[in-house]
């Protein structure tokens, strides 16, 4: 069984940065693209960030120039950075990760979310 737990989240003011971690347990498995998506209640949860194998990434537009994802291949995680938050970036953030698995194949994994509020 893998999973994705997920930590650095919380309040902060507007202009203000986050770093959202994410980390993968379990045994035998090997994870391929990784990535961040928020959900505002009431709305779908939407892509910030991807990541693949090989570090190519790909950002929303509403946080390009101004979040930084990045990955620790050997730590299985996969880390967010956030710089210059404002209101709007107010969410539940998830992470997500797709992952090989010997007895599942491939599958999409998410974490538990984070809270991120940012205040004006």
């Known amino acids: 069984q893998v999973q994705l737990v997920e930590s650095g989240g919380g309040l902060v003011q507007a202009g203000g940065s986050l770093r959202l971690s994410c980390a993968a347990s379990g045994s035998r498995f090997s994870i391929r693209n990784m990535g961040w998506y928020r959900q505002v209640s009431g709305n779908e949860r939407e892509l910030v960030a991807q990541?693949?194998?090989?570090?190519?990434?790909n950002y929303a537009d509403s946080v390009s120039g101004r979040f930084t994802i990045s990955r620790d291949n050997a730590k299985n995680a996969v880390y967010l950075q956030m710089n210059s938050l404002k209101p709007e970036d107010t969410a539940v953030y998830y992470c997500?990760?797709?992952?090989?698995?010997?007895?599942?194949?491939?599958?999409?994994?998410w974490g538990q979310g984070t809270q991120v509020t940012v205040s004006s």
């Open positions: 997500n990760a797709v992952i090989y698995t010997g007895y599942s194949g491939v599958a999409s994994y």
């Open positions: 990541i693949t194998i090989s570090d190519s990434t």
